[in-house]
């Protein structure tokens, strides 16, 4: 093994604490981020992440290096994420039949009048990461890995394939499929995406604020701790791109979350409790 974390894991599998410490703070955020991504909430994406990371703790001495440790990582949340129970946000959108309805319900509201420009532009970004996240969530839980995976982290078909333990030719089209789906569905609803079509975040702002699900005190995308926010609403130039990449531009556009710190601080008080055989 010859990158850092993978010497850190080396070190943590022997039993030592600080090493531990440090694989768990290079791997949090990236586990949150993609549970988040996968159902759909914060407060259920920080449940799901905290039992991902006891999971990871508890089968590293399973380690082996027959991928890259991040590769592992994955793996491991993957197959807790796709066996949870779902969760509310996943049953709230469960078609783009539906979801299409709600954008059209959307259209017919006035523009918010009371809210400054600045708040307008907050609650539109907050629109922009809420609906892309409903469209994620209309996909079903094979194929939004895949697209999660393959769009989003960016892994390849290799890797996609161990991940999901299937062969990478199963991966690609798997993650294929989910990108036909996203891209015939924003073509012909999005704005984004498309400019000849009606929905702009700022329009479905009030539709959204009168069903009680955005409010400007409470936003649950971005108001959120990030590692860092990316160019609100989609990368500059993007009209440049191809339909497929001004898709995928707009997922990769949304904020890189950063893990809760009780996190770690849970965890630590985990590894005091005697649960872990590794510190006995």
């Not at 993978?6 to 070190?11: A, F, L």
């Not at 604490?17 to 290079?26: D, M, S, Y």
């Not at 990030?226 to 898709?247: F, Q």
Request: aromatic share 8%.
């Amino acid at each position: 093994m010859g990158s850092e974390i993978e010497r850190r894991v080396e070190q943590a599998k022997a039993g030592n604490r600080e090493a531990l410490e440090a694989v768990i703070f290079h791997i949090q955020d990236r586990v949150f981020g993609l549970a988040l991504r996968m159902l759909g909430h914060p407060e259920d994406a920080e449940d799901a992440a905290q039992e991902i990371l006891i999971r990871i703790i508890t089968h590293l001495a399973t380690f082996r290096g027959e991928s890259s440790f991040t590769t592992w990582v994955y793996r491991i949340s993957v197959n807790y994420l796709l066996s949870t129970r779902k969760r509310k946000a996943e049953r709230q959108y469960f078609s783009f039949e539906a979801f299409a309805e709600e954008i059209d319900r959307g259209l017919v509201c006035r523009r918010p009048g009371t809210l400054s420009e600045a708040e307008i532009a907050l609650l539109a970004e907050e629109m922009m990461i809420s609906c892309t996240q409903g469209m994620l969530l209309c996909l079903d839980r094979n194929h939004r890995t895949a697209y999660i995976l393959g769009e989003i982290f960016e892994v390849t078909g290799e890797q996609g394939g161990y991940i999901l333990n299937i062969n990478p030719a199963a991966f690609r089209k798997r993650l294929s499929r989910a990108r036909e789906r996203l891209n015939d569905f924003m073509q012909h609803h999005c704005g984004l995406v498309n400019p000849a079509n009606p929905c702009l975040c700022t329009r479905q702002i009030q539709e959204r604020a009168e069903a009680g699900r955005v409010e400007k005190s409470r936003l649950l995308f971005t108001g959120y701790p990030c590692r860092a926010r990316k160019d609100p609403i989609v990368t500059k130039g993007m009209r440049e791109l191809d339909e497929l990449e001004r898709v995928s531009s707009i997922f990769r556009s949304h904020p890189d979350y950063a893990a809760p710190p009780a996190f770690l601080n849970h965890l630590k008080n985990l590894m005091d409790s005697g649960r872990f055989q590794l510190f006995n």
